[in-house]
């Protein structure tokens, strides 16, 4: 599909239930991370960007004044909803939008959150720009994403299997690049934690609705991976099957200068 927008709404719209229920969105330190250093009020307006299943707009709604939970594909919003109004929370707004041009006015956030969805994102600095355009002076930004190896050879080969597995895919950055970016932005990066997640292959690629062609194709691809790459990435194999591979995750905390 060439209009990766197009292609997000696709892949996203289809697999609304599952991301709601995907382990690896719904739990894992790197959400009671970005909830423990949110600094989240009751006096506050949050955007969560992207929300996917809806975890953070739910982690953080008993502790503000209200989320707006952002997302480009409507069954996720759906999806989302039922999720978190089965919490208790009714403090969250659904606004169907695209993060790379949010419908808000300037300076109306205290706190912005992404968490495990830039790497979808084909244009990531006009994303940065216009979060950082919603926030107040002195706003918050926690962003998490999976990120790439610094290594040229693992972060090719990392984004090539990403990419094989769900079409939808754009780019996983590297935590250097992140940096670099969120400081072009105008942001002042705060704290900065790394994350290792490890991935049962059968769940992470099966989530994707695959074709078992596909699925054999991409096995096939890891199994023939070079030894610096199975050893960066963890490739455990049994049998002439994938069991697991570890990836990272960051969490970063940024701030627009008050």
Request: glycine content about 6%; proline content about 4%; overall charge positive.
């Amino acid at each position: 599909m060439d209009d990766p927008k197009k292609a997000v709404q696709a892949q996203f719209g289809k697999n609304a239930d599952l991301y709601v229920k995907s382990r690896n969105h719904a739990q894992g330190p790197d959400l009671k991370k970005l909830v423990s250093i949110s600094g989240a009020r009751p006096d506050q307006l949050v955007l969560d960007v992207a929300t996917g299943g809806g975890h953070v707009a739910n982690a953080l709604a008993p502790l503000v004044k209200k989320v707006i939970a952002l997302d480009f594909t409507r069954k996720m919003l759906e999806a989302a909803r039922t999720f978190i109004e089965k919490n208790g929370h009714f403090n969250v707004e659904f606004v169907q939008g695209d993060a790379e041009n949010l419908p808000f006015d300037d300076a109306v956030f205290h706190l912005a959150t992404c968490r495990i969805a830039a790497h979808h994102f084909p244009n990531v600095k006009q994303f940065l720009a216009e979060a950082y355009r919603v926030l107040k002076p002195g706003g918050k930004f926690l962003l998490v994403d999976n990120i790439a190896d610094e290594d040229d050879e693992v972060d090719r080969f990392y984004n090539d299997i990403e990419k094989r597995r769900d079409f939808s895919h754009y780019r996983a950055w590297k935590r250097s690049e992140w940096l670099s970016m969120l400081k072009d932005s105008g942001f002042i990066v705060e704290e900065c934690h790394t994350f290792s997640k490890t991935f049962d292959f059968d769940n992470w690629f099966d989530r994707m609705n695959p074709s078992p062609e596909s699925k054999k194709e991409l096995t096939a691809v890891m199994l023939q991976a070079s030894p610096k790459i199975k050893a960066k990435l963890k490739i455990i194999e049994r049998n002439g099957k994938i069991r697991s591979f570890e990836g990272k995750a960051v969490l970063l905390k940024a701030v627009k200068p008050a």
